[in-house]
Nanobody, 124 residues
């Protein structure tokens, strides 16, 4: 059974940092593009970052560019999202997703597997 499990969420003050992890089981994450999405109440789902299955190329949405960094640790079969300079508007449930042999993209309907999500709350 394929599972993606997010962790590392929580409550942080504005300006603080969190590192989210997306751990894979039953799946080799470096065969997949891994995307991070978030969904806040009353807002549309937003694709915020992705790392390629091939060459490590990355994508960041303008809303997080310069503050968030996506990376892989293939030995741990885990993808990370380092989130710095957090703002209250970053508050959302964050999801990771996997798309087999893909370049970076944020077309959520093309992703094969999804995690259960982790809450991130940024207080002002």
């Amino acid at each position: 059974e394929v599972q993606l499990v997010e962790s590392g969420g929580g409550l942080v003050q504005a300006g603080g940092s969190l590192r989210l992890s997306c751990a894979g089981s039953g799946i080799t994450l470096d065969d997949y593009a891994i995307g991070w999405f978030r969904h806040a109440p009353g807002k549309e789902r937003e694709g915020i970052s992705c790392i390629s299955a091939y060459d490590g190329s990355t994508y960041y949405a303008d809303s997080v560019k310069g503050r968030f960094t996506i990376s892989r640790d293939n030995a741990k079969n885990t993808v990370y999202l380092q989130m710095n300079s957090l703002k209250p508007e970053d508050t959302a449930v964050y999801y990771c997703a996997a798309d087999f042999k893909a370049l970076p993209h944020m077309k959520y309907h093309l992703y094969d597997y999804w995690g259960q999500g982790v809450q991130v709350t940024v207080s002002s």
